[in-house]
């Protein structure tokens, strides 16, 4: 039997709270995330789990150790990251800490990552 399987993702990884229902509607059909790349992501097979995805941006390629500590004391299980997005999980209980981020922090990330997608993608058309 496949142990894992690739799904294209089915829509922009900065739609984040679409990916993040995406995430967790894999779950449900069994198919936990292991890996995200540029347009797919890799999941791995097992039960069905009714759990909670959320993703944090940052402008490091990894989460920093006090990062992880903040997520696993709230509650959150780092899972993987994707060009500074990483990903997160938890069991969906009504009692479960809200996700700890700092919204204006990833905001600001945002704007920065999307300005600098824009100029390369510019400057790649200019060549």
Not at 26 to 37: D, F, I, P, V, W
Not at 40 to 50: M, S
Not at 60 to 70: G, H, K, N, R, Y
Request: charged fraction near 25%.
């Amino acid at each position: 039997m496949i142990t894992s399987v690739w799904k294209l993702r089915p829509t922009s990884i900065w739609k984040i709270p679409e990916v993040e229902s995406w995430l967790s509607d894999m779950a449900k059909e069994g198919l936990r995330l292991h890996k995200m790349g540029i347009q797919f992501g890799k999941f791995k097979r097992g039960e069905a789990q009714d759990v909670l995805y959320r993703i944090d941006i940052s402008n490091e390629e990894d989460p920093s150790d006090e990062s992880l500590l903040t997520f696993e004391h709230a509650g959150w299980k780092y899972v993987t990251s994707f060009n500074k997005f990483h990903i997160y999980t938890s069991p969906n209980k009504s009692n479960i800490a809200p996700f700890p981020i700092n919204r204006e922090k990833q905001l600001a990330v945002i704007k920065q990552k999307k300005k600098s997608y824009f100029l390369s993608f510019s400057f790649s058309l200019l060549i």
